[in-house]
Nanobody
Framework: QVQLVESGGGLVQAGESLRLSCAAS????????MGWYRQAPGKERELVGS???????TYLDSLKGRFTVSSDFTKSTVDLQMNSLKPEDTAVYYC??????????WGQGTQVTVSS
């Protein structure tokens, strides 16, 4: 099992940037993908972006160009850089890792609120 600790959420104004960080511990040797999901009130959880250990990224199409996922598998960390934030980006953001098995682990979530 992998434990995930997120940081960096908060309240920002539209147009500003925010960076989220996530650190994994535990059975990190088995991780092959790391990324971020988000869940807005009344909506389903959706993929924001993820990256595999061999460097293949996947993004929600509507976020390409504004959001960037970066990872360091040697340190078991994954960050999410969010630029030009919009009120509709308001959500709880969850760190996610996929390990061989497969097995999926989730962080506790961090709130991002974008005011207009």
């Amino acid at each position: 099992q992998v434990q995930l600790v997120e940081s960096g959420g908060g309240l920002v104004q539209a147009g500003e940037s925010l960076r989220l960080s996530c650190a994994a511990s535990g059975r990190v040797f088995s991780i092959y993908a790391m990324g971020w999901y988000r869940q807005a009130p009344g909506k389903e959880r959706e993929l924001v972006g993820s990256i595999t250990k061999d460097g293949r990224p996947t993004y929600l199409d509507s976020l390409k160009g504004r959001f960037t996922v970066s990872s360091d598998f040697t340190k078991s960390t994954v960050d999410l850089q969010m630029n030009s934030l919009k009120p509709e980006d308001t959500a709880v953001y969850y760190c996610n890792v996929v390990s061989y098995g497969p097995h999926i682990d989730w962080g506790q979530g961090t709130q991002v609120t974008v005011s207009s």
